[in-house]
């Protein structure tokens, strides 16, 4: 019968070594197959050129590295680049990077489909499939990495937790990938480099905070009065406003760090100066940054983006409360790489 064999780096650098130890080998082996998995991204047993062929005889009969493959690149006319990720249970994620003229940013996903039902995402409409591993967050993140040195000549520079799938409901296993990105042994990024973005899961916002997490938070918000908010955004009816802003509150309090939010403007939906009013009084507790992003429509009509006198009314309202505002203008939009588009239509 056939033994199913164990993903490797499901294992700790202390695992693989009591592993060498036990099979009479020296604990140092484990250091260097660790080094080999995560600092040099080995896609085999047969790339770890130091270790004895016995050895990796040896590893290849106990273990199995489930790496990611890219199915398929897609390239965009404004140098965004979608990539179609390929699991080892032949499930698809995508993945974008985003390159401006001082940085390339890595849009990673964290599960396949989303746990959440906000109506305007394409994702969202995708059955929630399973979390994604740490090693399979991680692969997505070096993928773009090489990627970014081959088109944009220059390594990756920023992350965000912002593709398929709510990263605070894969808590564990994002904080287990984010930890091997930044470690000297894995990426070595600074997490200030790093943005988790939520849409709104008090308990666990509370649970970063209490966890000292380095890196940053954004919070997909879109509007600040709760009937609008659960029209468009139903879990908002568990996770209403009030227990949000106060997640927020405790957050702010330990980690002293400004909060972003972002924030889709649509016409007829939350385009009035009482919507815009209503996001400066949520703001007010704690520094923050608003990112109007502009809507990438997904198909039906149903959401629009709101017109130019819409945007400026709301930069003008939270810039006269002295709220920091930027007008992201989306990326991708021809190859659907852009915010709210990632549905595997590629």
């Known amino acids: 019968m056939d033994v199913k064999k164990k ?10 070594r009591d592993f060498f130890v036990n099979q009479g080998d020296k604990a140092f082996r484990g250091n260097q197959v660790y080094e080999w998995l995560w600092q040099k991204s080995a896609y085999s047993f047969e790339d770890m050129t130091n270790v004895s062929l016995e050895t990796r005889q040896m590893l290849e009969d106990n273990f199995v590295i489930n790496h990611i493959k890219v199915d398929q690149m897609q390239r965009s006319s404004d140098g965004t680049i979608k990539n179609a990720v ?8 995508e993945s974008v990077l985003i390159p401006t003229a001082t940085r390339t940013t890595a849009c990673v996903s964290s599960q396949v489909g989303c746990s959440l039902d906000c109506r305007f995402c394409a994702t969202a409409r995708l059955k929630r499939m399973r ?18 040195r081959l088109y944009h000549n220059r390594p990756l520079s920023n992350i965000v937790f912002m593709g398929m799938g709510e990263p605070l409901m894969n808590y564990n296993n994002v904080l287990k990938a984010i930890e091997k990105i930044t470690s000297p042994e894995g990426l070595g990024m600074s997490p200030k480099r790093i943005v988790v973005s939520t ?12 966890d000292k997490v380095k890196f940053k938070l954004a919070v997909s918000l879109h509007s600040a009065i709760d009937e ?3 029209s468009i955004m139903p879990f908002n009816a568990t996770f209403p406003l009030n227990d949000l802003r106060e997640a927020l509150q405790y957050w702010y309090a330990a980690t002293k760090n400004r909060i972003t939010y972002e924030y889709v403007v649509w016409d007829g939906i939350n385009d009035k100066r009482k919507d815009a009013q209503a996001l400066v009084d949520f703001c007010k507790f704690a ?3 608003v990112n109007l992003i502009e809507y990438n429509p997904i198909d039906d009509g149903e959401f629009q983006q709101a017109n130019s006198n819409a945007i400026d009314m709301y ?26 588009q990632l549905a595997n239509k590629s």
């Open 86 to 93: 390929r699991l080892h249970d032949d499930l698809i994620v």
């Open 228 to 230: 609008i908010r659960t």
């Open 315 to 340: 930069v003008s309202v939270l810039e006269a409360n002295n709220i920091t505002v930027t007008v992201r203008r989306s990326r991708g939009k021809d190859i659907d790489a852009a915010c709210g």
């Open 7 to 16: 993903d490797i780096r499901a294992l700790t650098k202390e695992q693989l």
């Open 131 to 148: 979390n994604l591993n740490p090693d399979e967050i991680y692969d997505q993140v070096v993928a773009i990495d090489n990627e970014s």
């Open 199 to 210: 849409s709104g899961v008090p308990k666990m916002i509370k649970k970063m905070a209490d």
């Open 287 to 289: 520094p923050s940054k």
